[in-house]
């Protein structure tokens, strides 16, 4: 029996939004990159995440580098 559905064209893979600024530092307090405010497995996973795994990550990016700046000026 022979289907009649044809492949679906592929075409270039869609861009992923992130939040990398190519400054990798990770900082030991936090262990949070310095640049990005991500954990290092949320760096390492990124593009297998699903898109709202990404959003739920960025949303939180703000946050985390407030607490991470405001530490850095008690210590």
Do not use: H, K
Not at 31 to 39: I, K, N, P, V
């Amino acid at each position: 029996m022979s289907s009649n559905v044809s492949p679906t064209p592929q075409g270039p893979p869609r861009s992923i939004a992130t939040p990398c600024v190519q400054v990798c530092v990770v900082d030991g307090a936090s262990s949070l990159c310095l640049g990005c405010y991500r954990t290092l497995a949320e760096i390492a996973g990124w593009s297998a995440m699903t898109d709202a795994e990404r959003a739920a990550i960025m949303a939180a990016l703000p946050e985390r580098e407030q607490e991470v700046l405001g530490s850095r000026d008690e210590g």
